[in-house]
């Protein structure tokens, strides 16, 4: 069955490093999203892509960078690590077709703290 | 700026009754709208949409209500059961579709009591 994958799960990283969130998806989508959910803010859009080498900036992307070099991947890379990055961390695809497919499939997240 | 905003953090409801989710948002130029329900340690899954052509869209239990004028949408499930306890978010898009980006509100977590 196709599906969108996130690796790690689960990552705790120290101030100042940089850390890259791996998010894989096999439905062969051409759009690519991430998102950060935080208490209070519900879901904000990081990066997103509607193809291999597009990327466009979201709501919150300062300190975060993505790069799409194929279809199924878009890492997400936190240049240096702050504790205000600590969050959830979703990744989402979708069709660019529209229409009947018009919904965006969701990462199961990855939770990152940054001490 | 919050463009999306769900005003009620939390609604708790008598398993069998109606629940109803509300949704407000500023930005005249959304063409599309979504409610995305989640679970604990999972990823938003979709749920149902409206396009602002519409004013009502429904699906099984499900109905989503938009009102363009009041810049307003509701998600009324009926009835309630145990499995609908989760978080909802609604969203939106400035495209006709849901598969561009979105922009989301805070979420309204329901608890359905047995």
């Known amino acids: 069955d196709a599906e969108i994958t996130q690796s790690p799960r689960h990552k705790i990283t120290e101030t100042g490093r940089q850390v890259t969130l791996a998010c894989h998806q096999t439905w062969n989508h051409n759009n690519m999203f991430w998102y950060r959910q935080d208490l209070g803010h519900g879901l904000r859009l990081i990066h997103y892509s509607y193809g291999v080498q597009d990327t466009n900036k979201g709501e919150v992307s300062d300190g975060y960078s993505v790069s799409r070099s194929n279809t199924e991947d878009l890492p997400l890379t936190l240049e240096s690590a702050a504790s205000s990055q600590t969050s959830v961390y979703f990744c989402?695809?979708?069709?660019?077709?529209?229409?009947?497919?018009?919904?965006?499939?969701f990462g199961p997240g990855t939770r990152l703290t940054v001490l | 700026d919050q463009q999306v905003k769900q005003n009620s953090p939390s609604l708790s409801v008598q398993e069998g009754r109606i629940s109803i989710l509300n949704c407000d948002y500023t930005?005249?130029?959304?063409?599309?709208f979504l409610w995305y329900k989640k679970y604990p340690a999972e990823g938003p899954t979709f749920l149902i949409s409206i396009s602002s052509i519409k004013d009502k869209n429904e699906d099984g239990r499900f109905t989503v209500f938009l009102n363009k004028s009041a810049k307003h949408l509701s998600l009324h499930i009926v009835p309630s059961q145990p499995g609908d306890s989760a978080v909802y978010f609604c969203?939106?898009?400035?495209?006709?579709?849901?598969?561009?980006?979105?922009?989301f509100g805070t979420g309204t977590r329901l608890t359905i009591i047995p």
């Open positions: 969203a939106a898009s400035l495209s006709n579709f849901g598969n561009e980006k979105l922009t």
């Open positions: 930005n005249s130029m959304f063409d599309y």
């Open positions: 989402a695809s979708s069709d660019m077709r529209g229409g009947s497919t018009d919904t965006q499939y």
